[in-house]
């Protein structure tokens, strides 16, 4: 009896370890806010919504120790209405991230699933007025259904892909080189038949973030490209220098054929300043699309937001955003507009769990 406790006790002591090297994190965004829009659908309104300052989500990511430096690592993600309690898409539960894979200081990372492209890796971050960024409120993000900016979504790679396979080097002196491939999987179609595949070259050091990415999408179906499509094309870049007082972002991309559709083409422009004061974080940013097509529908977009840290959790928000188009085209920030400019203003608490 003496001796298979003590087996035992050992074999718990060697367990114990080996457990600790694993883990699984439960985290979170609870984001809701007032908003009042000056026109949604030719009327003004005043709402209780979610997701204003950042999406509201829920999610689930880990990593186990494997040894010699290398981790397993995993990420679940699903967005949530706070306003309604209803989860965020009618298609999919983990409708922002699923994707597993493998990571190392010395090899680099690997993932595979349903992921975002390297374009909004390098980008994301540096475009619009951070912390302020519901997709919809922006003009290079997911785009209003029905609104001018539709015709240019996912400018800097909103959009998440399934079926991708996404690949990042070991820092070098704060270079790191990124490779994204999704494959289309159409039926009865060729395997580059709707494939889009990103390249990218990033450097973070020091006050400085910077980054270069290319993205293109084939034509997708049975007979690719045709008369009225072609593929998809995305170059942007961008940088960020954080001077101390304000840090200042600016982002630049160039979108040809958007959603595969031919002659849709656009540029948007982003620059954006950040002052953090105390338990304070003012920002401000301007943005423009520049429509390339007949249509000639360009959009201008003002932002100004101001957060208020009661925690390392918990914060108060305002947030403003003015949006104009030319030409005839409706507006849309985070409603539909019926004019071709909108206003909307949105006070809020966001807490991170």
């Known amino acids: 009896m003496k001796k298979k406790t003590m087996v035992l006790s050992m074999a718990a002591a060697f367990a114990l370890p080996a457990m600790a090297q694993s883990s699984v994190t439960l985290y979170g965004i ?6 009042r829009v000056s026109d949604k659908n030719g009327v003004g309104s005043t709402e209780v919504n979610s997701g204003n300052l950042n999406t509201s989500r829920f999610g689930l990511r880990g990593s186990e120790d494997l040894g010699g430096g290398l981790n397993a690592i995993f990420n679940l993600e699903s967005s949530i209405s706070m306003d309604t309690g209803v989860g965020g898409s009618s298609t999919a539960f983990w409708n922002r991230a699923a994707w597993v894979g493998l990571s190392s200081k010395t090899m680099g990372r690997l993932t595979m699933g349903f992921q975002r492209p390297v374009i909004y ?22 785009a209003i259904a029905g609104s ?10 909103t959009k998440r892909f399934a079926n991708s396979v996404k690949y990042s080097t070991p820092d070098m002196a704060g270079f790191k080189v990124h490779g994204f491939v999704a494959m289309g999987e159409v039926a009865g179609a060729s395997s580059s038949s709707g494939r889009t595949v990103d390249v990218g070259i990033g450097y973070k050091r020091g006050p400085l973030d910077a980054g270069l990415s290319y993205l293109k999408t084939k034509c997708s179906g049975v007979s690719g490209c045709t008369a009225t499509t072609q593929d998809d094309t995305v170059l942007g870049l961008g940088a960020g220098y954080n001077f101390g007082p304000a840090t200042l972002r600016a982002i630049y991309t160039r979108q040809e054929n958007a959603k595969t559709a031919r002659g ?15 338990a304070w974080q003012f920002a401000a940013g301007y943005q423009q699309l520049n429509d390339k097509t007949a249509l000639n529908q360009d959009v201008k977009q003002v932002n100004l937001s101001a957060v208020y840290d009661l ?41 991170f769990f």
């Open 30 to 35: 609870a984001d809701m806010a007032v908003t």
């Open 121 to 142: 890796d390098l980008l994301g971050p540096l475009s619009h007025t951070p912390p302020f960024g519901s997709p919809a409120a922006r003009i290079d993000g997911a």
């Open 148 to 157: 001018a900016l539709e015709r240019f979504d996912n400018t800097i790679g």
């Open 311 to 351: 925690s390392k959790r918990t914060a108060l928000y305002g947030i403003y955003a003015h949006q104009s188009v030319d030409n005839g085209g409706k507006a849309g920030i985070s409603f539909l507009s019926g004019k071709d400019s909108q206003n909307q203003l949105s006070l809020g608490l966001r807490h």
């Open 264 to 278: 849709n083409d656009a540029d948007t422009m982003s620059v954006a300043v950040i002052v953090p004061m105390n």
